[in-house]
């Protein structure tokens, strides 16, 4: 480990231990109920959201006894981190649906203010697949799609000209479009220009031509092929099938501090996810979700690709699609600490965090699988689907590439673009 990366991990280590140590789990054993009735959260306008605003519309935050939980819009990834330095007792939020490298790059001081570690705690996961790569209608004659070598030999015509968005360095669409890309030997640090859209603004910046391809979730990407103005190469389960996406992040002082409260708060997510993944109430989630109160979007830009039913704008279409945005199924709830491997391993290859991070202790610092273990009880989930292990097991790529989470430096070592090697 880098000595910056040990200073950082330590700092944030001995915060989240002296908060332990100040409110420890035994000393609300005698309560019969959370220790708050509140908590402030945060979103972005993005389709998987849905579980923390449907525990608020559907009162299931009330009913695992938190009524005073609050659902706030953030303006983009950067707004909600700096919201969660400040901390709902300062104005800001105390957790948020949150891009799943986020709360490690903050625990470690990697996008914090004067590098200052912020402990960070991630008690579920809110949804897998559910993003899209899309390439402007002008680009749409080349064809790309799941391979984006059609692309190569257009950037490397306008060399340096060429700019793809994404929501946030090291985030999960950064790192999808970056795998995308490399695949195709493109190098998404020489051959193109990476830029920062917060997710509601992708469909107007492609509308002015601001950049040649973005990744984002939806509804963004269905919006964009509704309005004619480009199409989606591929959705991201088709890269990863079932890949882990957004979690539940909270402060970690916020967590000891309230130890049943944070179960509370995932009891009643894991409800609502079980709410939204069935097929049955899309269309009343698309309506919710629409509302100008929430998205302020048409639900038809939210319906079908929740339901599985994708047009990709240049003529394919998929129907019922096993690959659709899930909240609960096949474990889409389960924060697997192997997901979050792959994650770190990811921003360590694209040099985001340092190639000698001890990933394994930061893991388990910020990862709390526990309280979703004992959240998921509370919620009535049977045994059956809660899974036996940390990990899923060894993952494939549409193009081949294996990672195996007992052997990450393999997987790196067999990257042929990358900026950082462990």
Not at 327 to 347: G, K, N, Q, V
Request: proline share 6%; hydrophobic share 45%.
């Amino acid at each position: 480990m880098t000595r910056i990366a040990r200073r950082s991990l330590l700092r944030a280590s001995a915060t989240l231990a002296a908060a332990r140590a100040a409110f420890p789990s035994g000393a609300v054993a005698q309560s019969t109920g959370p220790e708050t009735k509140k908590a402030t959260l945060g979103y972005i306008a993005l389709t998987d959201s849905a579980p923390l605003i449907v525990a608020k519309e559907r009162g299931l935050f009330a009913k695992y006894g938190m009524p005073d939980v609050e659902v706030n819009k953030q303006a983009s990834w950067g707004g909600t981190r700096d919201n969660l330095v400040l901390g709902g007792a300062s104005g800001g939020i105390d957790g948020a649906h949150i891009l799943t490298p986020m709360p490690y790059l903050m625990h470690t001081g990697k996008i914090t203010q004067n590098s200052q570690p912020v402990p960070m705690a991630i008690l579920a996961r809110l949804n897998t697949n559910g993003q899209a790569i899309s390439v402007s209608k002008a680009l749409m004659p080349l064809g790309a799609k799941l391979d984006a070598t059609p692309l190569k030999a257009a950037f490397a015509a306008k060399q340096g000209s060429n700019k793809v968005a994404m929501t946030f360095r090291g985030g999960t669409h950064d790192l999808w479009l970056r795998y995308w890309l490399a695949a195709a030997g493109i190098d998404p640090d020489r051959d193109v220009e990476t830029i920062v859209v917060p997710p509601p603004q992708m469909v107007a910046n492609m509308k002015v031509g601001t950049m040649d391809a973005f990744c984002v979730g939806e509804p963004w990407n269905d919006q964009l092929v509704n309005q004619g103005l480009g199409y989606s190469a591929c959705i991201t389960g088709e890269i990863w099938k079932d890949h882990p996406e957004k979690s539940l992040g909270m402060r970690a002082d916020w967590v000891a501090k309230n130890p049943r409260a944070a179960e509370a708060l995932t009891a009643a997510v894991i409800e609502a996810q079980l709410w939204a993944d069935d097929l049955a109430n899309k269309d009343e989630l698309a309506a919710i979700l629409g509302r100008r109160a929430w998205f302020n979007v048409p639900p038809a830009d939210i319906l079908p690709r929740s339901k599985g039913d994708i047009a990709y704008g240049d003529g394919r279409k998929l129907a019922a699609s096993a690959l659709r945005m899930k909240f609960f199924a096949d474990h889409a709830s389960y924060p697997f600490r192997s997901h979050e491997l792959w994650f770190l391993t990811e921003d360590i290859r694209w040099g985001v965090l340092p190639p000698d991070l001890d990933t394994t202790s930061l893991i388990a610092a910020v990862n709390r699988e526990d309280i979703w273990r004992s959240a998921a009880k509370l919620a009535g989930i049977a045994a059956a689907d809660i899974p036996a292990s940390t990990s899923r097991g060894v993952e494939t790529f549409f193009d081949g590439k294996t990672f195996d989470p007992a052997a990450p430096a393999a997987y790196l070592a067999s990257l042929a673009i990358k900026k950082s090697v462990a």
